[in-house]
Each structure stands twice: as C-alpha cells, then as structure tokens.
T-cell receptor, first 111, second 114 residues
Framework: KQEVTQIPAALSVPEGENLVLNCSFT??????LQWFRQDPGKGLTSLLL?????REQTSGRLNASLDKSSGRSTLYIAASQPGDSATYLC??????????FGGGTRLMVKP | NAGVTQTPKFRVLKTGQSMTLLCAQD?????MYWYRQDPGMGLRLIHY???????AKGEVPDGYNVSRLKKQNFLLGLESAAPSQTSVYFC?????????????FGPGTRLTVL
C-alpha cells in the first residue's frame, strides 16, 4: 500500500526566504506526482504535476523535482511572500485512478 | 465554465439521519472522485467513477454509497450518518484522455454529525 509522508508538518519563515517542502512515498511505481495548494476552508488548487518520466517542473517561483527511485519529491518556493501562506499537499498517482495524499505542510510566511 | 461545484457547502446532521452530497462538473470529464479530509490525515478516497453508470470503492468506502447516473454528476450518499463521518468532503474530476492526469477539485462540503 502506498504511503505518502510530508515533512515538516508546519513551517514558519520570514518573507523573502527560499524554502523547500519535502514529500516521500514508499512505492516508486508511480504514474505521476501532483503538488496542491489549499487555503483555509477552501478546496485544492493544482500547482504542478510531474510525470514519472520527468525530473522537474517549474511554474513561476515554484519548482518541483521528482526522484522516483528514492521515492522523493521536493517543492521549492523562491522569494516567499505572505500570499504563499497555505497548506501544501503532495499526492501520488500510482494506480491510474487514485491519488494517495500526504498529510500536508502548513506554511506561514511572515511579513 | 464553473469547473467542479459541490452542494451544499455546509451541513449539520444528527446521528442516524441521511443525506446526499452533489458534485457537478462541466468539463466533460470521464473520471470523478469523492474524498474526505480529516485533520492531520490528508485526503482519503471514498469512491470513484470511471464513467457514467460505473462506480468503484476507494480506500474508505464503508458507510457511503455513490451513483453516477449522468456523466456530469456524482452523488455521495450517507444512509445513516455517524459522528465518525464528520469531515470535509471533496469531489474531483479528470479527463481520461491525455498523458496528464490532473485532477480538478471542488470547494468542499463541511459536514458535522452530532
């Protein structure tokens, strides 16, 4: 059974810092990995999707990497802003139909 | 284009009551999903559907039933609500075709069972 872990569970940084969120998974036979953002009381917004054959994806200040063999992905946020404050979720698709989610990292960026 | 919508947004039930949550998508997606989100546990898949008239169990299906009578709608039913079903419920959909299997999520339904 696939298990997804996100570390740290919570993170507080001053504005302007570069930061890294970590995601690890136990079964490396995945189709893709998706990073989501969730604001309090809201739904999930897809940030980046990395196919199993890819190493990284970039969107603006966000960069996600994937090392399938070691079961790891990182989400790098450059020059963090208070508007980046949210919970970030990592999800692995390894059965074609179902996503397995990590518990999330709650990020607070202080002005 | 509204994407994925869910009704209701909030609901309070008493133990033993029944209710149906509605998910609708206007993107002509084949696949639809129901998840629940509990504190510290991420999202867990309840049921899913790969097309009109089909449903399948996910990770935590007990106590729930689903129906996909129309391609754009996916209903989640609770026949006899229990306090353990207090949670936030999210619906999602994705297109079957294409190499990118991105899921799109609705805004959620917050359910409290007393």
């Amino acid at each position: 059974k696939q298990e997804v872990t996100q570390i740290p569970a919570a993170l507080s940084v001053p504005e302007g810092e570069n930061l890294v969120l970590n995601c690890s998974f136990t079964d490396s036979a995945i189709y893709n990995l998706q990073w989501f953002r969730q604001d309090p009381g809201k739904g999930l917004t897809s940030l980046l999707l990395i196919q199993s054959s890819q190493r990284e994806q970039t969107s603006g200040r966000l960069n996600a990497s994937l090392d399938k063999s070691s079961g790891r992905s990182t989400l790098y946020i450059a020059a963090s802003q208070p508007g980046d404050s949210a919970t970030y979720l990592c999800a692995v698709n390894n059965a074609g139909n179902m996503l397995t989610f990590g518990g999330g990292t709650r990020l607070m960026v202080k002005p | 284009n509204a994407g994925v919508t869910q009704t209701p947004k909030f609901r309070v039930l008493k133990t033993g009551q029944s209710m149906t949550l509605l998910c609708a998508q206007d993107m002509n997606h084949e696949y639809m999903y129901w998840y629940r989100q509990d504190p510290g546990m991420g999202l867990r898949l309840i049921h899913y559907s790969v097309g009109e008239g089909t449903t399948a169990k996910g990770e935590v299906p007990d106590g729930y039933n689903v129906s996909r009578l129309k391609k754009q709608n996916f209903l989640l039913g609770l026949e006899s609500a229990a306090p353990s079903q207090t949670s936030v419920y999210f619906c999602a959909s994705r297109n079957r075709q294409g190499s990118y299997n991105e899921q799109f999520f609705g805004p959620g339904t917050r359910l409290t069972v007393l």
